[in-house]
């Protein structure tokens, strides 16, 4: 399996603009999350899937920000507008949702908002 | 909230000898703890967990021990090596029904040769 793939791998955009990530996970998990790592809080749950539907997204910081999961392998995160504070790198993990079981996380999306 | 903490941002230790990375949480419903390692520009990647009804579990160079009613858990690394460097996240689940992990800000291990 090639893993959890991410795309673009990198993303420079105006402030204002719409920016769309992707992921798609590992084929057979059935939980996907959406990570944003900053330095001053380290990696941070913006929202995660079970079986496709939004089981909490009690992180996702403001409305500029949603998710969908429109099938088990594939989900996008979405902000519109985009502001530079919203520059970070964003991580899409996915797990088998077992008990005692570790989520498998891509490489990444370095954002950037200028 | 940060609801698991990593108390120091980077740890510098000489090849060779014991590298002790340190991690505290507040939540006592946690029930399973992970740590992963990251390299730059590379996503995170599942290194050793642990289950609250063990104290400690032991992978090779890498041993986790768990501080229930510390709420403590600790990385020993021995013997470092500089293919070691890396940032290091505790991250911690909250029973069943609840697959999320909450993570800490992590910790910059450097390895010097």
């Known amino acids: 399996d090639a893993g959890v793939i991410q795309s673009p791998r990198h993303e420079v955009t105006e402030m204002g603009q719409e920016v769309t990530l992707r992921c798609k996970p590992i084929s057979g998990h059935n939980s996907l999350f959406w990570y944003r790592q900053t330095m001053m809080r380290g990696l941070e749950l913006l929202i995660y899937f079970n079986n496709n539907v939004p089981i909490d997204d009690s992180g996702m910081p403001e409305d500029r920000f949603s998710a969908k999961m429109p099938n088990a392998s594939f989900s996008t995160l979405k902000i519109q507008p985009s502001e530079p504070r919203d520059s970070a790198v964003y991580f899409c993990?996915?797990?088998?949702?077992?008990?005692?079981?570790?989520?498998?996380f891509g490489q990444g999306t370095r954002l950037t908002v200028v | 909230d940060q609801q698991v903490k990593q108390n120091s941002p980077s740890l510098s230790v000489q090849e060779g000898r014991i590298s002790i990375l340190n991690c505290d949480y507040t939540n006592s419903m946690f029930d399973y703890f992970l740590w992963y390692k990251k390299y730059p520009a590379e996503g995170p990647t599942f290194l050793i967990s642990i289950s609250s009804i063990k104290d400690k579990n032991e992978d090779g160079r890498f041993t986790v021990f768990l501080n229930k009613s510390a709420k403590h858990l600790s990385l020993h690394i021995v013997p470092s090596q500089p293919g070691d460097s890396a940032v290091y996240f505790c991250a911690a689940r909250k029973g069943t029904g609840a697959n999320n992990l909450f993570f800490g800000t992590g910790t910059r291990l450097t390895v010097i040769p």
């Open positions: 993990a996915s797990s088998n949702g077992g008990l005692n079981t570790e989520a498998f």
